[in-house]
């Protein structure tokens, strides 16, 4: 019986820490977002992340640089090199979450205001926000697991869900391109 | 900086950038020595660009316009370039510019001096894969200063190695 207890107590002490845990994630993330709120800022977001993302991702996950600092540099180089390129992707993770987040949140404004939605849009659109959280986990979990060069194994799809976002944007861009009523109330 | 109304004419821009590149970024030694230079031009509390040659024959938007256009153009080309490219730019910059390298090496990986180094409005991404490459640029110039420090004699002063070692 006092088996059972405690471990009732642990497996609730763990959903505590959990729902905790996803609470403080959500509350990050929303502050990343006040930044960006209305149209304008939406469609900056769009170009300049489609803009510079390819070259960029190829730059930051393709073989090249590695090759070069474990043929030419140090034990301790390559280890802060990896460690760089590490917080790069993490840091390419988030801006691909809070900006994926942030077109959901100014579409949903919108959607809220809008007296013409468009279900089979508005399903693609939700679909699609979910594939690109879903991928965002997985490459993270590649990232924690492997490091940072097994995403080079994984670039097509890292591009793939830099594609996926500019494409959802677009999405977002196309379905808020709505009569002016239908504009964010700040 | 500039009010819309005030916005200068691009044809005169260009001729104003290319000024620059022909006067005064042709006699800088690599693409790193010109991103230097050129964010030394900018005030740190103002964000705004001064060059005074440039201000004898061009008004102060114009000369604003042209040394941010090519800071950013510098930049850009420097921050997406093969990590090999970078750590050769940023060698040459150290051996061409600075009679210690060791110091310099120490003095910007202590005050991270290269943070000034990219321009106000860049991708964020961009910036940060710049100011991690220069993080690593610095490591592998350092390593290579150890190196040749050992291979010396440990009475002579600190020089950087020549590119054909």
């Given amino acids: 019986m006092i088996g059972i207890l405690s471990l009732s107590a642990v497996a609730l002490l763990l959903i505590g820490l959990l729902l905790f845990l996803l609470r403080r994630s959500e509350a990050t993330l929303s502050s990343d977002l006040s930044p960006l709120g209305s149209d304008d800022e939406l469609s900056n977001a769009y170009e300049s992340f489609e803009a510079c993302c390819g070259e960029l991702l190829d730059r930051m996950f393709g073989p090249d640089d590695w090759d070069f600092v474990l043929n030419c540099a140090p034990k301790q180089v390559q280890r802060l090199f990896l460690s760089e390129r590490k917080e790069l992707a993490r840091y390419w993770l988030c801006q691909v979450r809070i900006r994926a987040k942030t077109a959901m949140r100014i579409h949903v404004a919108h959607a809220r205001n809008s007296d013409k939605l468009e279900p089979f849009l508005e399903l693609r659109l939700a679909i699609d926000y979910l594939m690109v959280r879903a991928k965002c986990e997985l490459v993270a979990a590649v990232l924690s697991l492997r490091g940072p060069m097994a995403l080079r194994k994984m670039i097509k799809q890292a591009d793939g869900l830099s594609d996926q976002l500019t494409a959802l944007l677009a999405l977002v861009s196309k379905a808020d391109a709505l009569p002016s009523h239908t504009r964010v109330r700040r | ?165």
Avoid at chain 2, 25 to 48: E, H, I, P, Q
Wanted: proline content about 7%.
């Fill in chain 2, 1 to 165: 900086m500039l009010e819309p109304s005030e916005q200068p004419s691009p044809i005169i821009v260009e001729e104003a950038l290319r000024d620059l590149r022909n006067r005064t970024l042709a006699r800088l030694d690599g693409d790193f020595a010109k991103l230097v230079y050129l964010a030394s031009t900018r005030d740190y509390n103002t964000g705004r660009y001064v060059h005074d040659g440039l201000s004898f024959r061009f008004s102060e938007p114009i000369v604003e316009r042209a040394l941010a256009a090519a800071h950013r153009e510098v930049f850009a080309s420097l921050a997406v370039s093969p990590l090999r490219t970078f750590v050769a730019q940023v060698e040459q910059y150290i051996r061409s510019g600075c009679a210690r390298p060791d110091e310099l090496v120490t003095t910007w990986n202590s005050s991270e001096a290269y943070r000034v180094l990219a321009p106000a409005a860049d991708h964020p991404l961009t910036v940060r894969l710049f100011m991690s490459n220069v993080k690593v640029a610095l490591a592998i110039v350092k390593a290579t200063l150890v190196e040749h420090q050992r291979s010396q004699d440990p009475q002579s002063s600190l020089q950087l190695p020549s590119p054909g070692r």
